[in-house]
Nanobody
Framework: QVQLVESGGGLVQAGGSLRLSCAASGSFSRINVMGWHRQPPGKQRELVAQVINSGMNYADSVKGRFSISRDNAKNTVYLQMNSLEPEDTGVYYC????????????WGQGTQVTVSS
């Protein structure tokens, strides 16, 4: 079993910044993917950014504003969000894919990010 602890959400004005973090703990051999998804109000969950081994990819809507990083020693992924816009409002979920004897995926409980105009 894997536990994910998220932190860093909150309320910020447009143009501001927030940093999310997600720490994974539990029983696994390695972490294959760490990333963030979000669910805007009334919309479906969507990928924001993820790190697959050493490669990173971002949703087009956040390129140039958000930066994802991973600390392998701490099994932690960070999402630095700059130049936030009201459209970035939503619940942000941490996501990991780990390998034990097979690949398994886990989601965090979600953290609210609200950007006021």
């Amino acid at each position: 079993q894997v536990q994910l602890v998220e932190s860093g959400g909150g309320l910020v004005q447009a143009g501001g910044s927030l940093r999310l973090s997600c720490a994974a703990s539990g029983s696994f051999s390695r972490i294959n993917v760490m990333g963030w998804h979000r669910q805007p109000p009334g919309k479906q969950r969507e990928l924001v950014a993820q790190v697959i081994n050493s490669g990173m990819n971002y949703a087009d809507s956040v390129k140039g504003r958000f930066s994802i990083s991973r600390d392998n020693a701490k099994n932690t992924v960070y999402l630095q969000m700059n130049s936030l816009e009201p459209e970035d409002t939503g619940v942000y979920y941490c996501y990991v894919q780990v390998y034990t004897y097979r690949y398994l995926s886990y989601w965090g409980q979600g953290t609210q990010v609200t950007v006021s105009s």
